[in-house]
């Protein structure tokens, strides 16, 4: 079965009014110092002259941090809530109470998708790899789609050096899971070319608590960055990025007779491919041209094993998804006089899904005496095997004027083209019951299909 579905959306023009000096629009916690610069708005400025509700991990705060993820990172920033999914490795991102689905995740700029569950996009990198993490709080669609209706967090990774040679190590330990981590890179700057390779390795054991060690709260990850630039001249820059993470990990339950209940994701992992240029001061209006392009694949296997003491059977959902995304954006500011400055741009992402899915059932006692069958019978569905697409096609523009007495006035406009086509969709569904009442010979067996 093949179908597709058009779909062409248009995002509402938004305008905003604010006070130039922005310092009274941040959150407490936001840095104040005029040092730290951010692309919120999809242009580099000193954080006090963004005119959007921005909070920022800066590279002094992740090297003073004892976080193992990047969610650890960010637990702290008023407005975010990590959902933990019941386990150490894996974290998702609400931003002022919106679903983790509605909060944009970015790295570099290029969203992480995540097609397959509702639980948001997984923020797959290694906190020694990250220069500083940018949040947006509140709808910020105009810049970034319709994706980042409740907020957006771009993870900036760390580039190259400021000399010709840098090196450094880390390590800890984490005594609440046995837990180790490890880190090291090598950097450098020499003659217009900017170089970096990183690599770093986290374990963890079950959780230990006063009450005992929490079952199935293991993780372990592993990631490698790797970056290369040239500098043509001062104002034009080429450059590659390459970037791996591997995680596993599971999710237990601490709830008396559900014990047994677990997700195990034996593997997760993101491997990225991206080139960009940058040029700068190209005349009297334009200011900046840049280009990416970029290559993501997120592959993933996961078993979810339902159970419990009062449950009638078992459950063993099995899921193997595997995401190709490619992007390519181009992105122009515009200096129109004195008092506006133009960002205009154009999207494109492809995302292409593979994904299986099968369902195994278990009777237990319950079960058993409810269907009149030997305990142990099994019950298997086959769920089936989709592969599916996305094609994303957005122009968006950005004004910034200028006005009298400091204020600002902030205005644009995103026009989104979405078609989705699905093909060979199918559901394929097989019953079995099997008596497991073992005989000299072989086992008694007996089959249905529908």
Same mark, same amino acid.
């Given at each position: 079965?093949?179908?597709?579905? &058009?779909?062409?959306?248009?995002?509402?023009?938004?305008?905003?009014?604010?006070?130039?000096?922005?310092?009274?629009?941040?959150?407490?916690?936001?840095?104040?110092?005029?040092?730290?610069?951010?692309?919120? !708005?999809?242009?580099?400025?000193?954080?006090?002259?963004?005119?959007?509700?921005?909070?920022?991990?800066?590279?002094?705060?992740?090297?003073?941090?004892?976080?193992?993820?990047?969610?650890?990172?960010?637990?702290?920033?008023?407005?975010?809530?990590?959902?933990?999914?019941?386990?150490?490795? +894996?974290?998702?991102?609400?931003?002022?109470?919106? %679903?983790?689905?509605?909060? &944009?995740? /970015?790295?570099?700029?290029?969203?992480?998708?995540?097609?397959?569950?509702?639980?948001?996009? #997984?923020?797959?990198?290694? #906190?020694?790899?990250?220069?500083?993490? $940018?949040?947006?709080? @509140?709808?910020?669609?105009?810049?970034?789609?319709?994706?980042?209706?409740?907020?957006?967090?771009?993870?900036?990774?760390?580039?190259?050096?400021?000399?010709?040679?840098?090196?450094?190590?880390?390590?800890? &330990?984490?005594?609440?899971?046995?837990?180790?981590?490890?880190?090291?890179?090598? =950097?450098?700057?020499?003659?217009?070319?900017?170089?970096?390779?990183?690599?770093?390795?986290?374990? @963890?054991?079950?959780?230990?608590? #006063?009450?005992?060690?929490?079952?199935?709260?293991?993780?372990? !990850?592993?990631?490698?960055?790797?970056?290369?630039?040239?500098?043509?001249?001062?104002?034009?820059?080429?450059?590659?990025? *390459?970037?791996?993470?591997?995680?596993?990990?599971?999710?237990?339950?601490? /709830? #008396?007779?559900?014990?047994?209940?677990?997700?195990?994701?034996?593997?997760?992992?993101?491997?990225?491919? @991206? *080139?960009? =240029?940058?040029?700068?001061?190209?005349?009297?209006?334009?200011?900046?041209?840049?280009?990416?392009?970029?290559?993501?694949? !997120?592959?993933?296997?996961?078993?979810?094993?339902?159970? @419990?003491?009062? +449950?009638?059977?078992?459950?063993?959902?099995?899921?193997?998804?595997?995401?190709?995304?490619?992007?390519?954006? *181009?992105?122009? %500011?515009?200096?129109?006089?004195?008092?506006?400055?133009?960002?205009?741009?154009?999207?494109?992402?492809?995302? $292409?899904?593979? =994904?299986?899915?099968?369902?195994?059932?278990?009777?237990?006692?319950?079960?058993?005496?409810?269907?009149?069958?030997?305990?142990?019978?099994?019950?298997?569905?086959?769920?089936?095997?989709?592969?599916?697409?996305?094609?994303?096609?957005? &122009?968006?523009?950005?004004? $910034?004027?200028? *006005?009298? =007495?400091?204020?600002?006035?902030?205005?644009?406009?995103?026009?989104?083209?979405?078609?989705?086509? /699905?093909?060979?969709?199918?559901?394929?569904?097989?019953?079995?019951? $099997?008596?497991?009442?073992?005989?000299?010979?072989?086992?008694?067996?007996?089959?249905?299909?529908?």
């Amino acid at each position: 079965m093949k179908y597709s579905n &058009l779909t062409l959306t248009a995002a509402a023009v938004t305008a905003a009014l604010a006070v130039g000096t922005t310092a009274q629009a941040q959150d407490a916690d936001t840095v104040t110092t005029e040092n730290v610069k951010v692309t919120a !708005s999809r242009v580099e400025q000193e954080l006090m002259d963004v005119n959007m509700s921005v909070s920022v991990i800066t590279a002094e705060d992740i090297a003073k941090s004892d976080a193992r993820t990047v969610g650890d990172l960010l637990k702290d920033v008023p407005g975010v809530r990590i959902n933990n999914d019941g386990g150490q490795g +894996m974290k998702r991102i609400k931003v002022r109470g919106e %679903d983790t689905f509605r909060t &944009l995740v /970015m790295i570099d700029g290029q969203k992480i998708a995540e097609h397959k569950s509702m639980s948001g996009s #997984p923020m797959l990198i290694d #906190p020694a790899m990250i220069e500083r993490i $940018e949040v947006i709080k @509140g709808p910020a669609s105009v810049l970034y789609g319709s994706d980042a209706i409740g907020g957006a967090v771009n993870i900036i990774t760390k580039k190259g050096g400021s000399k010709p040679f840098e090196a450094g190590v880390s390590a800890g &330990l984490d005594n609440s899971s046995n837990g180790v981590s490890a880190s090291a890179y090598v =950097a450098g700057n020499i003659d217009g070319w900017k170089y970096r390779l990183g690599v770093a390795h986290e374990k @963890g054991d079950d959780l230990r608590t #006063p009450a005992g060690d929490m079952t199935s709260t293991g993780f372990k !990850s592993a990631g490698v960055n790797g970056f290369l630039s040239y500098d043509i001249d001062e104002n034009k820059t080429v450059g590659l990025t *390459l970037d791996h993470f591997d995680m596993e990990f599971m999710s237990g339950s601490a /709830m #008396p007779g559900y014990e047994d209940f677990l997700v195990d994701v034996p593997e997760w992992k993101r491997d990225k491919v @991206g *080139l960009f =240029a940058d040029f700068r001061n190209l005349g009297e209006y334009l200011s900046r041209i840049r280009a990416d392009v970029f290559y993501q694949k !997120s592959t993933k296997n996961m078993l979810n094993h339902v159970a @419990g003491s009062d +449950m009638p059977f078992t459950v063993d959902n099995y899921a193997d998804n595997e995401t190709d995304q490619y992007g390519f954006s *181009l992105q122009s %500011d515009w200096q129109l006089g004195e008092s506006n400055y133009l960002v205009a741009g154009y999207e494109y992402n492809r995302d $292409e899904l593979k =994904a299986t899915s099968n369902t195994i059932s278990t009777l237990g006692r319950m079960g058993a005496l409810m269907m009149k069958l030997p305990a142990g019978s099994l019950y298997y569905n086959n769920d089936g095997v989709y592969n599916g697409s996305m094609q994303t096609h957005a &122009l968006f523009a950005s004004m $910034e004027t200028t *006005l009298p =007495a400091d204020f600002t006035l902030n205005y644009g406009a995103r026009y989104t083209y979405v078609k989705t086509d /699905m093909d060979d969709a199918y559901s394929v569904k097989k019953y079995a019951l $099997e008596t497991r009442v073992q005989k000299r010979t072989q086992p008694a067996i007996k089959v249905m299909t529908v």
